[in-house]
């Protein structure tokens, strides 16, 4: 079997090596590598073939999720067996829009899918995790027997004697496997994953901060995406592992102390700016300890170095901070009114995650009397609301 993983491996690079470089058109046909006719607003290339068209970088789009094609003619411009290449197709039309949610993402919409076509490592996982996710739905793609094969193999790529030691690739190849474990059900093996993306992420920035002025020698130049990109996706995965996980600390450092002076253009901005106060704020909350367990070794110093400042923020410190970030959060919405469906949805879960943070740092969230609750009955509601809202909203999301 280690020996088909290689083979596999070093077939897909060579496969992807011989097709010409695409730098234009829609992210559908740049992702297969074919010439696009830049038809606006979906390629007639890939409406002729029945391909689900991406639209173009400017200005973003989001795709809609159907029923992967599963025209053979277009299947066979991938690479690997028939049963991967719906199973990719499957990862491509359903599981990526799913994880990239009602904000738009380059990372989930075309940097996981490009990496997917160069690295074998991670064209495997994805196809695994296609695999996983559509036999929920959909028999043709393997089922779990499948899933479990393709996952073995994309471990062995990543792992194999003589393999080129990426660190974007390492880094994505986590988050696939803490995707695909989650969605078996299987958390412990999920959270090892996290955690070996996070050790990898803190050695990176141990070594950078180290260094001064030196960038990272250890991530590539020319990476398939960037490194702050990476950081987001497992700080957010960190900290929602922490709110599920009673024992479970916030290991993800802030980058730096949240600004009062909010202002957003886009409602990924203001996505962004919310992941970073959040967890601001749950790492500011938890007590600090040099000797976590859970620590890599390699990153014990990098943890002592950034202890909490002094003085500690408080509980309402970090209060007055939220409500800056929501007296924005309704400029924005106020002064850029949703215009698609998507836009809608995305603009109620950043009001939800709001309220919730709100409620989550007032005095009422340490108070032992559950009385303490009964002057927040109208946050309840409205988080009641918004959440009715969002599930009720089956209008699409484009």
């Known amino acids: 079997m280690a020996r088909k993983a290689s083979s596999s491996c070093t077939t897909l690079k060579r496969l992807r090596a011989s097709k010409p470089k695409v730098t234009t058109g829609c992210l559908t046909c740049k992702i297969r590598h074919v010439k696009c006719d830049e038809a606006k607003p979906h390629c007639r290339r890939c409406l002729s073939t029945g391909r689900i068209c991406d639209g173009y970088l400017s200005p973003p789009r989001r795709s809609t999720i159907t029923h992967p094609s599963a025209d053979s003619h277009v299947l066979a411009t991938l690479p690997g067996t028939p049963s991967e290449r719906h199973s990719f197709n499957f990862f491509h ?22 990496a997917s076509l160069r690295e074998g490592a991670i064209w495997h996982a994805a196809v695994a995790l296609g695999a996983l996710h559509g036999g929920f739905e959909d028999a043709k793609t393997g089922g779990e027997g499948f899933a479990i094969k393709q996952y073995i193999k994309a471990i062995s790529c990543l792992t194999r004697p003589g393999a080129e030691k990426r660190v974007d690739v390492a880094l994505i190849a986590c988050l696939l496997f803490t995707c695909f474990e989650s969605l078996r059900g299987h958390h412990s093996p999920a959270l090892l994953h996290l955690d070996n993306g996070i050790n990898l992420l803190l050695e990176l920035q141990s070594y950078s901060e180290t260094i001064s002025g030196v960038t990272t020698p250890t991530y590539p130049v020319t990476p398939y995406t960037t490194l702050s990109a990476l950081q987001a996706l497992l700080t957010r995965l960190d900290t929602q592992a922490t709110q599920l996980i009673t024992a479970r600390r916030t290991r993800l450092r802030p980058s730096s102390v949240p600004s009062r002076n909010y202002m957003f253009t886009s409602l990924e901005e203001a996505q ?39 003085p500690h923020p408080t509980r309402a410190d970090l209060a007055h901070l939220q409500s800056y970030y929501a007296t924005a959060l309704s400029t924005f919405l106020r002064t850029h009114p949703s ?28 108070s032992p009397s559950e009385e303490a609750w009964s002057a927040h009955t109208a946050d309840f509601a409205a988080i009641l609301s918004l959440a009715r809202s969002i599930m009720e909203d089956n209008s699409g999301t484009g």
């Open 339 to 366: 215009r698609t469906p998507r836009e809608r949805k995305a603009s109620a879960l950043l009001r939800l995650h709001a309220l919730v943070a709100a409620l989550s740092l007032s005095p009422a969230s340490v």
């Open 272 to 310: 962004s700016a919310s992941d970073e106060l959040w967890n601001y704020c749950l790492y500011t909350l938890q007590p600090f300890s040099p000797s976590t367990a859970s620590l890599h070794p390699s990153a014990h110093h990098h943890q002592h170095q950034h202890q909490h400042p002094s």
């Open 93 to 114: 039309s359903h599981t990526a829009p799913q994880l990239r949610g009602l904000f738009s993402s380059p990372f989930w919409s075309q940097h996981v899918l490009q």
